[in-house]
């Protein structure tokens, strides 16, 4: 199956439901850089796709980063004089800061609120905090809930571990007839967080899943990886290997209602740039474009400048740019079967063009050949819209000259590049058009 194929046969609105229930089963698990979250969600994916286990030991030399250690946490609270839990990390795991260090002590209350975070301005949320370089301990706590912590002291506990462990990540690569490599990477270093993180992940493994059943040109690349640490760790042990890729996406929060928006690569022009940007630009949504800035996820790795690959990120609403961004907001309500079906869908669209770009030379070029005789004109019925259709024809033919590639070609026509990819196909059929490079 080619992915045009994959592409007319796939049923979203089954694989949106898919996507959402596996977000559901990974939201309850407390994530962090590194620890038995990330395993946990590891195995969750195993059961689905392919995955290679990497696990680097504590304390290895990254480029300029080290492996910190590993951290687990079985329990926190903060218990009042009667003994009630008033913060529980049981009720939400994002109660505790990532990374906090262990601590069983009776505190002030002024001490208490040293290290509680909350957010003032939407007093019914839990912040996401963490401290993973810097060893302290803290909470997070709905404003509400803080302002009524009015005793004098209060019984602190955080049963967590910080010791020697590793670093895991999950690695999966499907090849293709080339070496060449298309990679998408998310990062699962979140806890109960759905559009940054668990969107990311459902949507990469479900990309693995179905490209896992086509004939591709391109070998896809899929890391899992905890944001930052995980992609410098990756880079630092492929370095050679990295060069290998020739477009990429780094995929997170694809789950939200908001518009599309892709964020170009470090080179701005790169063919993922124009892929991206051409897709959005004929789905008949609204979206929005944004150039590279050495900020916001792991592109900023991919993109610095000792490798400079040529990695995007698409997203719906970006990392920061909605209110319930690194808060207990961001929760089973925020995201949806049908966005998630979307995105998943227009990310199939961008592996369309990349795949299926080339070089085509017009078999015919001295003056229009003469369409009606080879019947097709008839053909054009099977097209969605048989205008630009014909259209898409005329430009294919007219710009096969072997200096215009298809997506050269549907820039140029401000034809959807799904059209004129058919229309290529279908004069090579009729002895037309003849493929000349990839
Ligand atoms: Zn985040």
């Not at 994959?6 to 994530?31: K, Q």
């Not at 951290?71 to 839990?85: F, L, S, T």
């Not at 706590?141 to 910080?162: A, G, K, P």
């Not at 003056?367 to 054009?380: A, F, H, I, S």
Request: proline share 4%; net charge negative; charged share 25%.
């Amino acid at each position: 199956m080619k992915i045009e194929e994959l592409l007319a046969r796939t049923d979203f609105n089954a694989i949106g439901h898919e996507m959402y229930n596996l977000i559901v089963e990974l939201y309850p698990i407390c994530r962090s850089i590194t620890g038995d979250g990330v395993r946990s969600t590891l195995d969750i994916l195993e059961r689905g796709i392919d995955l290679a286990r990497e696990q680097v030991p504590s304390g290895t030399r990254v480029f300029d980063w080290t492996i910190p250690k590993e951290w687990n946490i079985a329990d926190a609270w903060v218990k009042n004089a009667a003994g009630e839990r008033v913060i529980d990390f049981k009720r939400s795991n994002l109660h505790v800061v990532q990374y906090s260090t262990p601590i069983r002590a009776t505190v002030s209350r002024a001490e208490l609120m040293a290290h509680l975070h909350s957010l003032p301005e939407h007093p019914q949320w839990i912040p996401y905090r963490s401290s993973y370089y810097a060893e302290r301990w803290g909470f997070c706590i709905e404003h509400d809930r803080l302002q009524q912590l009015n005793e004098e002291t209060y019984e602190v506990c955080i049963d967590s571990i910080l010791s020697d462990g590793h670093l895991t990540y999950g690695e999966l690569v499907i090849p293709g007839a080339s070496e060449d490599e298309i990679l998408f990477s998310c990062h699962i270093c979140h806890p109960s967080l759905c559009n940054d993180n668990l969107s990311g992940i459902a949507l990469t493994a479900q990309l693995a899943r179905l490209l896992a059943g086509v004939e591709l040109h391109h070998s896809c690349r899929f890391l899992f990886l905890p944001g930052t640490i995980g992609a410098i760790t990756w880079l630092s042990r492929n370095e050679t290997r990295a060069q290998r890729i020739r477009h990429g996406l780094v995929v997170a929060c694809v789950g939200d209602n908001g518009k599309f928006c892709y964020k170009r690569s470090r080179r701005g022009s790169a063919m993922i740039d124009r892929a991206a940007e051409h897709v959005l630009r004929h789905a008949g949504t609204d979206f929005e474009i944004r150039d590279f800035t050495p900020y916001g996820y792991d592109e900023r790795q991919y993109c610095s400048p000792g490798f400079d690959l040529p990695v995007g990120s698409l997203t719906r609403t970006p990392n920061g740019f909605y209110p319930q961004y690194h808060t207990s907001a961001d929760d089973l309500d925020f995201v949806a079967p049908t966005n998630l079906a979307q995105s998943l869908r227009r990310y199939l669209e961008v592996i369309d063009v990349l795949e299926n770009d080339g070089g085509y030379a017009n078999m015919n070029p001295k003056c229009e050949p003469q369409l009606g005789k080879r019947g097709l004109y008839r053909t054009l019925g099977g097209f969605a819209d048989a205008e630009r259709a014909q259209m898409a024809m005329l430009w294919v033919l007219n710009l096969s000259d072997g200096d215009h590639h298809l997506l050269d070609i549907a820039e140029r026509a401000g034809i959807d590049f799904a059209t004129i990819r058919q229309a290529a196909q279908l004069l090579v059929g009729h002895g037309l058009l003849e493929k000349r490079s990839a």
